[in-house]
């Protein structure tokens, strides 16, 4: 299994028969190396809520590739006007698909979802706790730090993926409580330095962890597990 960074929140995971995308915010994701037109076919698409750097071409590429997303329930009544194949769940859910289990678990943020100056209620942001190939994925989603991440030490998670940019989520500071709750194997930084207002240092988090080894991913670099 291969999960590749596309900057931001976005991250691609690949493994031998279906390729998923969390937070698809590719076009106008400044820190993406990866054209829309080139992004391969696509079998699940995760949203973690409905902001535009999250939600991102979700609409764009399900249609192309007739993907399946996997979102709360009212995400899910917003794409429906698309025709797009949806999942809905709700935090706490947990669903079985070909790949593995999808867990919703619960993130501090907002979702409205911006349509010119109209606001669309979004539902409740969320995170998203996957077992594939017999690994633990944790993509916690915009989240400042919350006490609930207690919980998933017991689910020995191999990755947590956690936002340090501050501003709108945790901050490096913060983080570094997360991954004591957390107590995953493996953690990478993400939601920083896509703009000005989230500018963070990765290494800072790196020199600072004790918990579990940190990995600093590029945009476009693969970790492989």
């Not at 299994?1 to 991250?11: A, D, N, V």
């Not at 025709?83 to 289990?101: A, Q, R, T, V, Y």
């Not at 994925?137 to 947590?160: C, F, P, V």
Request: aromatic share 10%; with cysteine; glycine share 8%.
């Amino acid at each position: 299994m291969k999960i590749k960074f596309l900057g931001h929140s976005t991250f691609f995971i690949h493994t031998d028969n279906f390729n998923i995308l969390i937070d698809p915010y590719i076009k106008d994701n400044p820190k993406c190396p990866i054209p829309l037109n080139d992004i391969p076919k696509i079998d699940y698409i995760l949203v973690t809520h409905g902001h535009s750097d999250h939600l991102g071409d979700t609409a764009l590429l399900s249609k192309k590739y007739n993907s399946t997303v996997i979102c709360n329930f009212e995400i899910y009544l917003y794409l429906s006007k698309y025709n797009i194949k949806c999942k809905p769940m709700h935090i706490g859910g947990k669903i079985s698909l070909e790949f593995g289990k999808v867990k919703m678990t619960p993130a501090l943020h907002g979702s409205g979802i911006c349509e010119g100056t109209h606001i669309i209620y979004g539902g409740n942001p969320c995170g998203f706790l996957l077992e594939i190939q017999n690994k633990k994925i944790y993509h916690a989603g915009d989240t400042g730090l919350t006490m609930d991440m207690n919980l998933l030490k017991d689910e020995n998670i191999d990755i947590a993926l956690l936002p340090i940019g501050g501003t709108f989520t945790m901050d490096i500071e913060d983080c570094l409580k997360a991954i004591d709750f957390i107590k995953p194997k493996i953690v990478v930084p993400m939601h920083y330095d896509t703009f000005e207002v989230i500018k963070a240092n990765p290494n800072e988090l790196k020199e600072k962890n004790t918990f579990c080894i940190t990995k600093i991913l590029t945009p476009g670099e693969e970790l492989i597990f």
